[in-house]
């Protein structure tokens, strides 16, 4: 038999509900703990973190040129989030949100390569009906697989991120790919193909995606609360089986919510070629998907959390790429950081729920 | 007489999960050669205790002897090296598997003790060279029991075992656990059925809200005195059968038959009428068919033959939504308590609205109405909750029960299915629904009325149909049916010549 060694009397109990005040502090002390690492492993390679972090700071958001930066990382990574929230809510879980925006840029570019003799209001209405029509059937297949066949969600929507990423290359090294340019890239954009700028107070202009932003944060908190699709998806999500007993029409339901998620992915793709990248390039998504799914969590599937969390996040990546020109500190070290710092704060759930204890002996 | 052994000795044993104590400094002493009935009603710690003795929790705090050694017991590994043996209300057997290889697995060479010595042993017959898939659920119980004894368990926990037999296979079982208590072996039976307390214990222990409220010697308990310990009160016991005259038929299922994917009969040539202002028990062993009765009279199941009439129109058929129309409702509690008609995280005013969301016009949702009729249901049930906004997962499995029959109800059925309306609950939360049944039946509802306990059907209903491997094979005026005649046919026996396990 084990000898009651100290280390074998811990273990793991689960903790009743800690107050609001504590859960906050929890993940305030989270940040904290994740800051110091990061700090260390600066120090480590020979930087001051202080002065560091200072930067990050100051080259996100210290002028208004930056903080437009900072918004216009923070569009598209808001929005997709918003989008993989929706299937999430459901928990249908939809991480291909990456192949979904692909998906909408290059319907979306179709129309500004093909019909850019059209006047622009109504070509970039086409483009956004278009990105929204493409990432949404791109989304509706492994939704119809699962209500038809039960697949597996997970794999599937990974996958088809895949086959989509890489029709964008066959385009740029065939089809589309710009006859004039030395090496693979497809054209630029025409001046009716990109969005309009619209100012925001005290920053500047931007372009138009931060009012869609904001509109789809309001609809998706709406949505989600007061209709009862909202109601419908999240009894779904929660039981299926009790969503089929009340006679909800459970296929229509899922089929319905994934078109809306990964149309709003869609839309991203739209944004994002027709607004800051002004072409259509593999790197339309870049990551954006997958970087929406941890968001989800961290703002635990609201809305609002998901503009505020989706804000930090791009403060954090514009503040690291502004850490690798000032410093030259390698642009992994960013990654680095990021994956330290969403270590801490998912960890930190671990905590909120459970506590490590040491096993009593009783009075004889 | 000389002092007993004392095979296990536990003293002031603690397990908290979260803010729930599931055990409170219990003490307790299971003596060698003896039988000890844990008793106690559904969330009063019984199996968490037996789990901190099987390796599966740690306790928080206090201690273990074995045998008079201090023991702490880190895994299952560790129990079974201890000689202490569970066997869990859901079986681990591989089904392909025959029973002797089941009894081998795991086990380095030739096993300490062979199972055909054990049966002989034990005056137990098991045919050790049958699959298990083909075997019968007691027949799967006999070989857990062999698996521990093989190993050279001294100490057997039993959790629940009888929920799952027969009455007849019930007095099999006992005639094991004796000849193993002959043997010296210390046995401790889970249970929260009085009956099969009298019948089978030396001594019992109740624990109550987490603590041990007392053991005493069976021969000087009765039903009353452990109700009273078990509870912490008084309890009326008598389920009343409210008198009613049987109207009109309201639902006809003829000759129901339902087919799963390979061909497999889940319910085969069902029929029987309900009438309006009964109740129509159902009485079965857990798996006989129950589920998919259920589901096929809600529309959740498509039928492969038969028909389901409601007033005398077919229903089956029909989607889900059109048969809640015509008021047949449905409240099925399975063993999750949650699983199928209501949503853990959402609160009662949502849950209320799961039926009827869709009789309001456009594409909100309001609210206001549910809240109201929540306030109701909450005052006129009693049911104990923190507030209107509290997800229904927190509230106690009484109290989500009383909100899943309380929204039925306020439907206003016209036949009202419930299955096991009382799973889990104590012994007072029961009644309540027994009135709320009564109330229905009264006011000319058909009640089809799904159970466990054989004692509870025959004292509440009118009739009761007895279903058995997906047939039909009676149907009895409660009035003058017995448990053994019931055993009888949930067994499937025509006579009582048959042996139930040829």
Same mark, same amino acid.
């Given at each position: ?131 929204? !029509? ?24 990974? &996958? ?39 100012? *925001? ?11 869609? &932003? ?5 609809? !998706? ?9 909202? $109601? ?12 089929? $007993? ?6 229509? *339901?899922?089929?319905?919510?994934? &078109? ?10 739209? !944004? ?43 403060? &954090? ?9 000032? $410093? ?12 330290? *710092?969403?270590?801490?704060? !998912? ?6 729920? $459970? ?10 | ?72 017991? @880190? ?250 129309? @015509? ?135 009118? @009739? ?14 409660? @009035? ?23």
């Amino acid at each position: 038999m084990p000898k009651s060694a100290p280390f074998s009397r811990l273990h793991i109990v689960q903790r009743g509900d800690l107050s609001g005040a504590k859960t906050s502090l929890y993940r305030l002390l989270a940040v904290v703990g994740a800051l110091t690492t990061g700090g260390l492993f600066l120090l480590a390679l020979g930087f001051n973190p202080l002065s560091v972090y200072w930067t990050m700071l100051s080259g996100s958001l210290g002028s208004s040129g930056m903080q437009k930066e900072t918004i216009k990382l923070m569009i598209p990574l808001c929005l997709t989030t918003l989008g993989v929230v929706l299937a999430f809510k459901m928990k249908f879980w939809n991480i291909g949100a990456e192949g979904q925006i692909c998906a909408g840029a290059i319907a979306a570019s179709y129309f500004a390569y093909f019909h850019n003799d059209l006047p622009s209001p109504l070509l970039l209405t086409l483009m956004a009906a278009a990105s929204i !029509l493409a990432g949404g059937l791109w989304g509706l297949i492994p939704a119809l697989f699962k209500t038809r066949y039960g697949t597996n969600e997970t794999l599937f929507t990974l &996958m088809l991120n895949y086959i989509v990423l890489h029709f964008i290359t066959y385009l740029r090294e065939g089809p589309w790919r710009n006859p004039e340019g030395g090496f693979a890239a497809m054209p630029r954009f025409t001046k009716q193909a990109r969005l309009p700028e619209l100012p *925001i107070p005290g920053i500047g202009n931007v372009h138009i995606g931060w009012v869609v &932003m904001l509109a789809t944060v309001v609809f !998706l908190f709406i949505y989600l609360r007061y209709t009862k699709h909202g $109601y419908e998806l999240t009894v779904v999500g929660e039981n299926e089986r009790t969503a089929r $007993y009340a006679g909800m029409p459970v296929k229509k *339901i899922i089929l319905r919510t994934m &078109m809306m998620s990964a149309g709003l992915c869609g839309l991203v793709g739209m !944004l994002q070629v027709s607004g800051p990248d002004r072409q259509l390039t593999d790197a339309v998504a870049n990551g954006r998907g997958f970087t929406a799914v941890s968001i989800a969590w961290l703002a635990r599937l609201s809305p609002f959390g998901v503009m505020v969390v989706s804000f930090l996040f791009s403060v &954090m990546q514009k503040g690291c790429s502004m850490m690798q020109t000032e $410093y030259r500190i390698p642009s992994s070290m960013s990654d680095i950081l990021q994956g330290i *710092i969403l270590f801490f704060v !998912l960890g930190s759930e671990f905590f909120i729920r $459970y506590r490590i204890a040491l096993q009593k002996e009783a009075k004889a | 007489m000389s002092e007993p052994e004392v095979a296990i000795r536990l003293r002031g044993l603690t397990k908290t999960f979260g803010k729930v104590i599931a055990n409170d400094h219990i003490d307790l002493d299971v003596r060698a050669g003896e039988i000890l009935a844990l008793l106690g009603e559904n969330g009063s710690g019984k199996t968490t205790l037996m789990n901190m003795l099987s390796g599966i929790y740690q306790p928080d705090e206090g201690s273990i002897e074995i045998k008079g050694s201090p023991v702490r017991i @880190r895994s299952p590994h560790d129990a079974i090296s201890l000689g202490i043996g569970m066997i869990h209300q859901h079986f681990k057997l591989v089904d392909l598997f025959t029973a002797r290889e089941n009894i081998r697995l795991g086990q380095h060479g030739r096993p300490a003790h062979s199972p055909d010595d054990i049966c002989a042993q034990l005056g137990m017959h098991v045919a050790l060279d049958k699959k298990v898939y083909a075997m019968s659920v007691s027949e799967k119980q006999s070989v857990e029991i062999l698996k521990v004894l093989s190993r050279g368990a001294e100490i057997l926990i039993l959790d629940e075992p009888t929920a799952v037999l027969t009455p007849q296979e019930i007095d099999n079982l006992f005639d094991i656990l004796r000849a193993m208590k002959s043997e010296g072996r210390a046995i401790v039976i889970i249970t929260h059925k009085l009956e099969e307390v009298m019948s089978i214990s030396d001594r019992v222990a109740v624990l109550h809200k987490g603590k041990n409220v007392g053991v005493i010697d069976t021969g000087d308990a009765d039903r009353f005195v452990l109700t009273e310990m078990m509870v912490g009160r008084q309890v009326d016991l008598d389920i009343k059968r409210a008198p009613a005259r049987a109207g009109d038929v309201i639902l006809d299922v003829h000759r129901l038959g339902i087919q799963d994917a390979d061909g497999h009969h889940e319910l085969q040539d069902i029929s029987f009428q309900l009438h309006s202002g009964e109740i129509l028990g159902v009485a079965g062993v857990a798996g006989s068919g129950q589920r998919a009765l259920c589901e096929a009279i809600a529309g959740l199941q498509p039928i492969t033959g038969g028909s389901i009439l409601l007033d005398g129109t077919r229903i089956d058929g029909l989607t889900p939504r059109e048969i809640i129309r @015509r008021g047949v409702s449905m409240a099925f509690i399975p063993e999750d308590r949650l699983g199928m008609g209501l949503v853990g995280g959402m609160n009662i005013p949502d849950n209320l609205l799961l039926k009827t969301y869709r009789d309001q016009p456009g594409l909100w949702m309001n609210r206001s109405a549910a809240r109201q009729e929540a306030r109701e249901l909450v005052e006129r049930l009693e049911i104990s909750t923190p507030g209107l906004n509290t997800p229904v997962q927190k509230l106690s499995g009484g109290n989500v029960q009383k909100v899943l029959l309380g929204r039925e109800i306020n439907l206003s059925p016209r036949v009202l299915i419930t299955a096991y309306p009382v799973r889990g609950l104590d012994i007072g939360a029961s009644m309540r629904i027994y009135d709320m049944l009564n109330e229905q039946k009264q006011k000319g509802v058909g009640v089809l009325f799904i159970g466990e306990d054989l004692d509870v059907l025959l004292k509440l209903c009118d @009739r009761i149909a007895v279903l058995s491997s997906g047939r039909l094979t009676a149907i009895v005026d409660s @009035r003058f049916a017995t448990k053994a005649l019931l055993g009888m046919k949930m067994a499937g026996l025509t006579t009582d010549k048959e042996d139930a396990y040829a």
